[in-house]
């Protein structure tokens, strides 16, 4: 099975500070992304990476920046956190290869006070 | 531009009902589309995918690109299909554009 895991369910953080939120996959999956999640608005694509030290912008990537320094690791950042970015943030791999499935950790959830 | 848009925030049905939850999508080039399911307390997770038209957990979705519809269609509803529902469409480079969510809930 494909495991993908979020270093953190809940965090809070004050306004100002960064903010690293850590995604580890044991697949060797080539592709991977962060979304978020929040009521209404269905997934927004952050940012996704195709390969180590490759890093893509999504549909939302403003306030955000990526780290991908190993296959297996995709880190998001938050330079300096505001309210506006209190969500549910998932994190995803993909094969790259057919069939398209991506396969998503379990999330976490960020409050920013 | 590449949208996919879900009408129903919420659906609510009786179990043994027909449940349909509505996706439609815009695209200019060949649509891939998905559906994915996200149960209480659980990860999301794949669905179905229109390309390997088959059924799962008793829930089919059929591309109509006449109408740029992927409709997921189940003929009795269970309450165990109480979840969130996303409909997604592939963009291109795995890039998939996700719909704004259907909650079904599955009264008793």
């Known amino acids: 099975d494909v495991k993908v895991t979020q270093s953190s369910r809940y965090l809070v953080k004050r306004t100002g500070e960064k903010v690293f939120l850590e995604c580890v996959q044991d697949m060797d999956h080539e592709n991977m992304f962060w979304y978020r999640q929040d009521p209404g608005l269905g997934l927004r694509l952050i940012y996704f990476s195709y390969d180590v030290k490759m890093k893509e912008k999504g549909d939302i990537p403003e306030g955000y920046s990526v780290s991908r320094e190993k296959k297996e690791r995709f880190s998001l950042i938050l330079e300096s956190a505001s309210t506006n970015q209190t969500s549910m943030y998932l994190c995803a791999s993909e094969p790259g290869l057919d069939p398209l499935e991506q396969y998503f950790g379990p999330g976490t959830r960020l409050t920013v006070t | 531009a590449q949208r996919v848009t879900q009408p129903e925030k919420l659906l609510s049905v009786f179990k043994g009902a027909p449940v349909e939850l509505k996706c439609n999508y815009s695209?200019?080039?060949?649509?891939?589309l998905f559906w994915y399911v996200q149960y209480s307390r659980q990860r999301l997770q794949l669905l179905l995918r229109h390309i390997s038209r088959e059924s799962i957990k008793g829930f089919t979705a059929d591309l109509n690109k006449g109408e740029t519809s992927f409709h997921l269609k189940k003929p009795f509803a269970q309450e165990e299909d109480s979840a969130m529902y996303y409909c997604?469409?592939?963009?291109?480079?795995?890039?998939?554009?996700f719909g704004q969510g259907t909650r079904l809930t599955i009264n008793p």
């Open positions: 997604a469409l592939s963009v291109g480079a795995q890039k998939l554009v």
């Open positions: 695209y200019s080039g060949s649509p891939e």
